[in-house]
């Protein structure tokens, strides 16, 4: 029986994770932890007998606690609460689908704790991969990828000889707007951009699907899970989410992974590796799959991507800087607050105006996430005028 914990249970990642333990039926959840749904928490509690459940507010922790009185469960909060579940004593790997910087200290403490994680949380990469990864050597943990383009790269890379890879081929859908130049989305509403083609995503990510910010930060996220540069991740828009990314060797052999655009998969391959299980659901019909295509992406429409490139190459605290100011941006645009081409308008004004520091602590990390958010919620120009 393994045994895995959840950061991120309610979210789209988690209540995917916990179908394939549903399906699989020898995976035991020793620990969970959510945002503020209390209700589907108490679900799966009860579902899957889960003994040590987090909730971030404490008000809706007790709340949660009266509601499942009759079980044996422990209900904690905080990120006392976040950190006690990465390191329950039980679990094997930790699922960290947990959207935001918030999955960095708990990372590291699961990583500490000796545990396996399978990473669904881009930001901890992005913004602490100096400090991740060599943690994970040091405790001799493995960094499983569960982001369906890094599963894909993983996969490519089994059998294959580590040192003679080439570059990376990390391919990108292009969103709902692909095609469209930077005047055509001036009047974009929250309900345009929600509207991805191909996947089924929260509403954080899928409008960074639509920008391509989150393929930049996917291009950061691959540099430290690879170990190469970001001049060797070669972003390619394939608009049938078919090939989900490939990696190509010195030779120039080139190999992908292919499948249905189903995030099932990779979770369930973070959590078996190496073996390889029977997954329900679709499968690729190659007699009526009448081709593949692929453009290259247009980054002077989508130049948040250009933007992660340059945080990319220059490291240190900047990709924190890309990564917050995105964080908040996207809040703002959902709340109706700014326009859509205000992201990468306020990323890039950030990113400018930020001093960099070189090998940033976890403190150094939070504090310029906190400077970045405080400076964007203090612009004068941020109004309740774009409903």
């Not at 100096?130 to 569960?146: D, N, Q, R, T």
Request: with cysteine; hydrophobic share 40%; net charge negative.
């Amino acid at each position: 029986m393994k045994k895995i914990a959840i950061l991120g249970s309610t979210g789209s990642i988690g209540t995917q994770t916990l179908e394939v333990v549903r399906e699989n039926g020898d995976i035991e959840v020793t620990a969970a932890a959510a945002g503020n749904n209390i209700a589907l928490l108490e679900e799966q509690i009860r579902e899957f007998h889960i003994p040590l459940a987090a909730v971030w507010s404490e008000e809706k922790a007790a709340e949660l606690k009266s509601r499942v009185k009759d079980l044996d469960v422990r209900i904690v909060s905080g990120m006392d609460g976040l950190l006690e579940v990465a390191a329950a004593k039980e679990s094997e790997i930790l699922v960290t689908a947990i959207v935001g910087m918030i999955g960095i200290r708990p990372t590291i403490e699961a990583i500490k704790a000796g545990k396996d994680i399978a990473l669904a949380n881009k930001e901890t990469l992005v913004t602490a991969g100096h400090l991740i990864m060599p943690l994970a050597k040091e405790y001799g943990v493995s960094i499983l990828p569960v982001d369906s383009e890094h599963s894909a790269i993983f996969q490519s890379l089994q059998g294959g000889q580590r040192e003679a890879l080439h570059k990376i081929l990390l391919t990108a859908s292009g969103g709902p707007f692909r095609g469209k130049k930077r005047e055509e989305l001036t009047k974009i509403q929250v309900e345009d951009a929600l509207k991805h083609p191909n996947w089924e995503m929260g509403r954080k990510i899928t409008i960074d699907s639509s920008t391509m910010i989150n393929k930049g930060l996917e291009v950061i996220e691959a540099k430290w899970l690879f170990d190469v540069s970001v001049d060797q991740v070669q972003v390619v828009v394939q608009p049938q989410s078919i090939i989900h990314s490939m990696v190509e060797y010195e030779d120039g052999a080139v190999i992908a992974q292919l499948g249905t655009p189903d995030m099932k998969l990779p979770i369930q391959y973070a959590l078996y590796y190496p073996e390889r299980r029977y997954l329900p659901g679709d499968r690729l019909d190659f007699e009526t799959l009448t081709q593949i295509t692929f453009e290259k992406p247009d980054m002077d429409t989508f130049y948040g991507l250009k933007l992660a490139y340059e945080a990319g190459r220059t490291g240190g605290s900047l990709p924190t800087v890309l990564n917050a100011a995105n964080e908040k941006a996207v809040a703002l645009f959902l709340a109706r607050k700014i326009g859509y081409l205000q992201i990468p308008e306020l990323i890039e004004e950030c990113m400018r105006r930020h001093r960099v520091i070189e090998k940033p602590t976890v403190e150094q990390i939070l504090e310029t996430e906190a400077e970045v958010y405080a400076y964007i919620d203090g612009k004068k120009q941020i109004r309740g005028d774009h409903n």
